[in-house]
C-alpha cells in the first residue's frame, strides 16, 4: 500500500460538513452561471431553460429516453447521424425520472444534471482533499466550476453524471474499496465511451497494487529467513492502561488497511480486487457490443456509428491541421495562438501532475481522458466541453490557490465566476455546444 492508500478518510458522519464549503461555494458558482443565462436570454427573447434541455445533444438523449434506440438522420452529404451514438446510462435515468414523477423526460435531464452535479463536485473535493487536503479540495471544486465552459455542468448532457461516476470510483480506488470502484466505473461506461478511462485507472491501481502485494511479500520472506533467533526475555511488568482521551469528531477514521501497510493483502481483498477488476470494463464493453450486435456490424460496429457522424480517432492529426488553418487570416491567427496556449496548458498541467507524483489511477484516468478529447478528428469545438470529466488536471493549481490569502483567493475566484457566468450565457445564446 502507498501512503496515500493508507492515510486516513474522513469519518462518514462527517464527510457531507467536511465538503460543505465546497458545496456551497458550487452551487453559488452555478446559480451565477444560471441566473446570467436566464438574464441574456430573456433579453433575446429565448427560453434559457429549453437551451439547458432541449438543444443539440440533450435532445438526442431525450430521443433515446422517449423512442429508444434505433433513431436516426441522414444529411444530404451521405451522413447518417444515429442515436447509438448516445450511451444510454443518461437516457434511462430520464426514463426513470419520468416513470415516478409528473416530470418530462427533458424535466428529468434537467433534475438529474442538477443532481449529478452536486455529486460530482463532492466527488472531486474527496478526491482532492485526499491528495491535497481540505482547502485544496475546496478550490478544485471552485475551479472546475469557473471553467469557461461550466454551464453545461448545468445543461441535459452526460458530462455531469460521468465526472460524478469517474470521481468516486477514483476516490474508491484510492481508499482501497475495489467493488465500489469496479461498479461505479461499470456505470461511467454506461455513460460516456470515455468510461475506458475509469476502467483503465481501476485496472492500472489493481494491478499495480497486485505488485506491491509480490514485492512486500518476497520482502518478508528474505527477512525473516535472514532474522537471528530472539533470545527469550523476561515478561514486563504490568503498568496501568493510559487514560482514554474522548474521540475529535473532526479528526479523520481509522484507515481500513492492514496494521502493517506493507504486508502483502489477504485473500478477501485481492478477491474484492480482482472483482472490482471484472466489473469495472463491463459498461462500455457492454453497450458497444450490443450495438455492434444490434447492426449487424460485430464487435467494431459502434465505431461506424461514430464515422457517421464524422467522428473518430487520428491521434490529433485533423485537430492539428484546425489549428494551422486558424493562420492562414489575421482575425483568425488570434483563435489559433489561442489553441496552441490552451493545449499547451492543458499538457502542462498533466506534466506537472506526474512531477507533483499524483497517484497513479488519476494519471492514468486523465491522460486517457486528454488524450481522447484532444486526438478526436472531428467537432473541435467541443474539446473543451470534452475535457470538463479531467478534473484532475486542476489538482496542480488548487494547492497553490489554497496557500494564498483567502481574500485573494476570493478575488481571482469570483471574478472568474463573473467571466464564466458571461460567457456561458453568451455562448448558449450563440453557436453553443455541437
Not at 118 to 125: C, K, Q, R, T
Not at 135 to 159: D, F, H, K, N, T
Not at 365 to 382: E, I, K, R
Amino acid at each position: 500500500m502507498t501512503d496515500l492508500e493508507t492515510r486516513a478518510a474522513p469519518p462518514r458522519a462527517g464527510a457531507l460538513r467536511r465538503a460543505a464549503p465546497a458545496l456551497a461555494g458550487y452551487a453559488a458558482v452555478r446559480a451565477l452561471g444560471l441566473l446570467a443565462l436566464f438574464l441574456w436570454s430573456a433579453a433575446r427573447d429565448k427560453s434559457a431553460y429549453t437551451l439547458l434541455t432541449a438543444r443539440w445533444d440533450a435532445l438526442w438523449y431525450v430521443r433515446v429516453a422517449e423512442l429508444g434506440y434505433g433513431y436516426e438522420v441522414r444529411l444530404p452529404n451521405g451522413d447518417v447521424h444515429s442515436n447509438l451514438a448516445f450511451f444510454p446510462l443518461l437516457p434511462w435515468l430520464e426514463r426513470l425520472a419520468a416513470a415516478v414523477s409528473p416530470l418530462s423526460y427533458a424535466d428529468g435531464g434537467f433534475l438529474v444534471t442538477l443532481v449529478s452535479s452536486l455529486a460530482a463536485a463532492w466527488g472531486i473535493f474527496a478526491v482532492a482533499d485526499r491528495v491535497h487536503g481540505r482547502r485544496a479540495g475546496v478550490c478544485a471544486v471552485l475551479l472546475w466550476a469557473v471553467l469557461p465552459v461550466g454551464i453545461v455542468q448545468s445543461m441535459a448532457y452526460s458530462e455531469s453524471l460521468f465526472t460524478a461516476l469517474a470521481a468516486w470510483s477514483l476516490y474508491a480506488v484510492l481508499t482501497g474499496r475495489w467493488v465500489t470502484a469496479g461498479t461505479l466505473a461499470l456505470f461511467a461506461g454506461l455513460t460516456r465511451p470515455v468510461g475506458l478511462a475509469v476502467a483503465a485507472a481501476v485496472w492500472v491501481a489493481a494491478v499495480a497494487s497486485f505488485a506491491r502485494d509480490r514485492h512486500a511479500a518476497g520482502a518478508g520472506a528474505r527477512d525473516t529467513q535472514n532474522a537471528p533467533d530472539a533470545p527469550e526475555t523476561p515478561a514486563a511488568p504490568d503498568t496501568p492502561a493510559a487514560p482514554e482521551t474522548p474521540a475529535d469528531p473532526e479528526a479523520p477514521a481509522a484507515p481500513e488497511t492492514p496494521a502493517d501497510p506493507e504486508a502483502p493483502a489477504g485473500p478477501g481483498t485481492r478477491f474484492r480486487r480482482i472483482l472490482g477488476m471484472a466489473l469495472a470494463p463491463l459498461g462500455t464493453a457492454g453497450y458497444v457490443l450490443w450495438v455492434g450486435h444490434h447492426t449487424g456490424k460485430g464487435p467494431l460496429g459502434y465505431l461506424d456509428v461514430q464515422a457517421g457522424w464524422r467522428n473518430g480517432f487520428d491521434g490529433g492529426w485533423a485537430f492539428a491541421w484546425f489549428v494551422a488553418d486558424k493562420f492562414t487570416s489575421f482575425p483568425a491567427a488570434l483563435a489559433g495562438v489561442g489553441l496552441i496556449v490552451g493545449v499547451a496548458s492543458v499538457v502542462w498541467l498533466y506534466v506537472t501532475g506526474v512531477r507533483q507524483r499524483q497517484p497513479l489511477p488519476l494519471l492514468v484516468y486523465t491522460g486517457v481522458v486528454t488524450a481522447l478529447a484532444l486526438c478526436a478528428s472531428s467537432y473541435f469545438g467541443s474539446k473543451p466541453r470534452l475535457l470538463l470529466p479531467a478534473f484532475p488536471l486542476l489538482l496542480p493549481l488548487a494547492p497553490a490557490l489554497a496557500g494564498a490569502r483567502i481574500r485573494r483567493s476570493v478575488a481571482v475566484l469570483g471574478a472568474v465566476a463573473v467571466a464564466s457566468a458571461v460567457y456561458g450565457a453568451f455562448w448558449l445564446n450563440g453557436s453553443g455546444p455541437p
